[in-house]
């Protein structure tokens, strides 16, 4: 089977976006037939270099999903040619992304919590000037997206 590639991305890629590449790496890993290729970046480059917030990370640790080594970086114009799915934290991000995308690449980018002919699952709230009840709300939440997408991804290539 082919390999997926998947871009997550929010504002700072340090919350959002590398919780939702580890929650999708290790949901892919669990599934049978899906291979995927995932990675996170931000539209702005606030934290470039930096380890995924503490909260985050301590988050997913609970749910035994290691995101410590990864660094945030920004979105590159490279990155709408290489990856197949750029993921949207929300409108917000969404808008950047179409904003700096090559017109022919449009159509990669999409809502993470509004999939094409998927239930609306809404955008993934930013939990950072929150407490940490607000990271394990936006883990959950990652969790019913991710296994919405890997059920899209799945369903697509049947």
Same mark, same amino acid.
């Given at each position: 089977? @082919?390999?997926? +590639?998947? =871009?997550?991305?929010?504002? %700072? ?7 939702? /590449? %580890?929650? =999708? ?5 669990? $599934? +049978?037939?899906?291979?995927?290729e995932v990675d996170s970046a931000g539209t702005a480059a606030y934290h470039i270099g930096s380890q995924?917030?503490? *909260? ?5 640790? +609970? $749910? ?6 990864? *660094?945030?970086? /920004?979105?590159? $114009?490279? #990155?709408?040619?290489?990856? #197949?799915?750029?993921?949207?934290? #929300?409108?917000? &991000?969404? /808008? &950047?992304?179409? $904003? ?5 690449? @449009? ?5 993470? %919590? ?6 609306? =699952? ?8 929150? %407490?940490?009840?607000?990271? @394990?709300?936006?883990?959950?939440? =990652?969790? #019913?997206?991710?296994? &919405? ?10």
């Open positions: 089977m @082919k390999t997926i +590639k998947v =871009l997550a991305v929010c504002l %700072g890629n340090i919350c959002r976006s590398p919780a939702a /590449q %580890g929650i =999708l790496e290790y949901a892919a890993m669990a $599934r +049978k037939g899906i291979e995927l995924p917030d503490s *909260r985050s990370i301590a988050e997913l640790k +609970k $749910r035994s999903i290691d995101i410590s080594n990864q *660094r945030a970086r /920004q979105v590159a $114009r490279e #990155d709408f040619e290489y990856f #197949d799915w750029i993921l949207a934290m #929300d409108e917000s &991000n969404y /808008q &950047n992304l179409i $904003r700096i995308c090559p017109e022919k690449c @449009k159509s990669k980018v999409v809502l993470f %919590g509004a999939l094409p002919d998927r239930k609306v =699952l809404g955008a993934v709230k930013d939990p950072y000037y929150d %407490g940490n009840d607000a990271f @394990k709300v936006m883990a959950d939440h =990652l969790i #019913d997206l991710s296994d &919405n997408f890997l059920d899209f991804i799945h369903a697509s290539s049947k």
